[in-house]
């Protein structure tokens, strides 16, 4: 049986000969105090008050970290990047932001669809280097730096038998995902990651550090929970509420393509709706071969009880089923894609060419709606482009928190449908984002008119309302009390009136 995850998808899409140009920071960097005297006299100045390196444009350290995962802005160079390794660090880089008007971009792990954590003459402020994981098991939570890696988070805290939930890449950064939503295959059970956060360290645009929680600037809190990334300011350190989990059952399903409607069909009726304990993805995508229709998930219980909690989506068609109880860590890997593989290889990043959208649905698709689906990916087929429409089952534990108790809005949908595209050359880009362009467009009537901001996307109109609905004019406020002269800004960011 062919089972192809998302990582799995993006490797085969063709970024793995790209992975060693994103090598995770190490040894063979040169400190910023050894940089070349040649280098620009603000990034010089700058790096006199870092502890952490400070990399100019022709430096080894600055091709190994400036770029992105999404090579469309590839092209994209920063003026400098700044990896701090101390909150003095970070309020450094941001006194020196004011001194000689450089904008700041935070990047954590680097996933920004619409490329938001790089830019042309800001100093990347790259937050790698605060990635440390340190559980505190008398108060049942975890301190996490915004630059850890998703699996680096989950290997840490599963080796203590705890976990928090997230998403199923294994190298998003805890940062961008966090503060944008986070939803991952225990979101059902445990909430968004956003949902599970107790405290936020955050240096503002006045340089200020300021920790943030339900006690001490709640509104701040309240911003950073789905308001996204790059808004407010950069983020020092989350504090998360942990869970018990050792082990889980994970599962996978694939169906022949011709029973793909059907199986939409299925699964839409009955992943939202699904005990709590078990999330699912539905996965349809097209690669190099024929297209493909897979459903992977897990499940906190046996695998006997998981047979026949599948059984309204496995009766369907003629299904191939593998399910297995692991240790938690083993599952998570296995969801990523990487098992077998030791923690670096896993953590090693994937770039590649993309584009995304996503819409959320109310209601289950009707035939219309299910069909636009299919003949996408089929078409996606014939134009060999590698193009995947990925549902994301909602309900459960996330839609158990009002749209206003947190920033993220999204509380009342059923499952999200994301848009995903990537190609090779610059020249198929056109007839890709067309395709890409169409099945949006179809699918709009059928969806809530709301989408997901963590799915970042740079074309999307009305993306106030539908990346956060009626708690827009709340975060329009906190940003003006926050910053009120826009410091922190991109494209789609919260403005401050
Ligand atoms: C391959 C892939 C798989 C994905 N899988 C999932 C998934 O399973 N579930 C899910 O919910 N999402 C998923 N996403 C979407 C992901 O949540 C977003 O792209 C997220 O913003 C990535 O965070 P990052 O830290 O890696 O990205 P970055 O590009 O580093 O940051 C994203 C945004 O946050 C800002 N930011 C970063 N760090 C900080 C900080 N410390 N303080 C303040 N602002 C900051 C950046 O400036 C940027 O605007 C996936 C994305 C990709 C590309």
């Known amino acids: 049986m062919e089972e192809l995850d998302r990582r799995q998808f993006l490797r085969r899409a063709g970024g793995a000969a790209l992975a060693a140009s994103l090598a995770p920071t190490g040894f063979e960097l040169v400190r910023a105090s050894n940089a070349s ?26 091709e190994r970290t400036h770029r992105i995962v999404n090579l469309r802005y590839a092209g994209v160079d920063p003026l400098g990047v700044a990896q701090p390794e101390t909150v003095a660090d970070v309020k450094a880089c941001v006194r020196w932001g004011h001194r000689y008007g450089v904008r700041l971009v935070p990047r954590s792990g680097g996933h920004s669809y619409a490329g938001y954590s790089t830019g042309r003459g800001a100093l990347q402020v790259d937050m790698r280097r605060m990635a440390a994981v340190r559980l505190d098991g008398a108060s049942g939570t975890a301190a996490v730096g915004p630059g850890a890696q998703l699996m680096k988070v989950y ?58 929680s339900r006690g ?30 050792h082990d889980a059952t994970r599962f996978s399903i694939s169906w022949p393509w011709d029973e793909a409607e059907a199986v939409v069909h299925a699964w839409q009726k009955w992943a939202p709706h699904a005990p709590d304990e078990l999330d699912s993805i539905l996965n349809l995508h097209t690669d190099t071969g024929s297209p493909h229709v897979h459903c992977v998930g897990q499940y906190f219980g046996s695998t006997r009880r998981l047979q026949s909690l599948l059984h309204p989506v496995t009766r369907v068609g003629t299904p191939s089923v593998s399910m297995r109880t692991q240790p938690y860590g083993d599952v998570q890997k296995w969801l990523a894609g990487c098992s077998g593989e030791t923690p670096s290889q896993c953590l090693a990043y994937s770039p ?43 309900g459960g534990a996330i839609n158990r928190v009002h749209p206003h108790d947190t920033a993220f809005v999204h509380r009342k949908e059923l499952f999200s449908a994301q848009l995903y595209v990537s190609w090779g050359s610059h020249h198929a880009e056109h007839s890709t984002l067309k395709w890409l362009r169409d099945l949006h467009a179809r699918l709009a009537p059928h969806a809530s008119g709301f989408a997901y901001q963590n799915y970042i996307d740079p074309e999307l109109a009305s993306w106030q309302h539908a990346y956060y609905g009626s708690n827009w004019t709340r975060l329009v406020d906190v940003k003006r009390r926050y910053d009120p002269d826009d410091f922190f800004h991109f494209r789609q960011s919260i403005p401050p009136g």
Request: charged share 20%.
């Open 352 to 394: 590649e060419r993309f584009a995304a959208k996503s819409h959320y649905f109310r209601r289950p698709l009707s035939s219309s709606g299910r069909t636009a689906i299919v003949h996408a990916i089929s078409r996606a087929q014939d134009l060999h482009r590698s193009g995947a429409v990925i549902l994301d089952a909602y």
């Open 216 to 245: 001490k600037h709640p509104d701040l809190f309240w911003a950073c929970r789905g308001g996204g990334g790059g808004n407010f300011g950069i983020v020092t350190g989350f504090r998360f509420r942990v869970h018990s989990v």
């Open 37 to 62: 005297k040649r280098s620009d006299p603000r990034l010089r100045a700058l790096a006199r008050e870092l502890r952490g390196p400070v990399y100019a444009p022709g430096s080894r350290g600055y």
């Open 155 to 212: 290997l840490d805290l599963a080796a203590h038998g705890v976990t928090i939930p997230a998403g199923s890449c294994p190298t998003v950064g805890i940062g961008g995902l966090a503060l944008g939503g986070g939803y991952g295959l225990a979101s059902r059970r445990f909430g968004l990651t956003t949902d599970n956060v107790r405290r936020v360290g955050i240096v503002l645009a006045d340089g200020r550090h300021v920790t943030a």
